[in-house]
């Protein structure tokens, strides 16, 4: 069964990543597709990207990325955000993805399972 409190809270911290790391006048869109056995939910910005180096890592707890990548240079935030979208996502039977090159922006994208 899902809990639709908490997917909402893993749709609403991708979200807030995308626009924390896309500078003024970027993009952040939502993207939702059903698929055969799935729903796919993607967020896409225009920030500047993730190194290869971090992609692995930015779903772990407490981990941060350079705080150049926020758009104010800071480094707000516990590094949880990722982790909870993760977890959150897995305990749904799900998983979760990212795509992203420096300067190129990210897709972060939740796959859940279809409801039977």
């Known amino acids: 069964m899902i809990d639709g409190e908490q997917i909402e809270r893993a749709i609403a911290n991708l979200v807030q990543n995308a626009l924390e790391h896309t ?6 869109r939502l993207r939702v597709a059903a698929r055969d056995d799935h ?22 707890r407490f981990y941060r990325a350079d ?4 758009r104010d240079g800071t480094l ?6 990722l982790a909870i979208v993760r ?6 039977g799900g998983s979760v993805s990212t795509e992203s090159a420096p300067n190129r922006g990210s897709v972060f994208t939740l796959r859940l399972p279809r409801a039977s």
């Open 23 to 28: 500078p003024e006048g970027g993009d952040v």
């Open 39 to 60: 729903v796919e939910l993607s967020v896409t910005d225009t920030g500047r990207g993730i190194p290869s180096a971090d992609v692995g890592r930015i779903w772990q």
């Open 67 to 70: 705080k150049s990548r926020n």
């Open 76 to 81: 707000d935030g516990a590094g949880l955000g």
């Open 87 to 92: 977890g959150i996502v897995e305990a749904h």
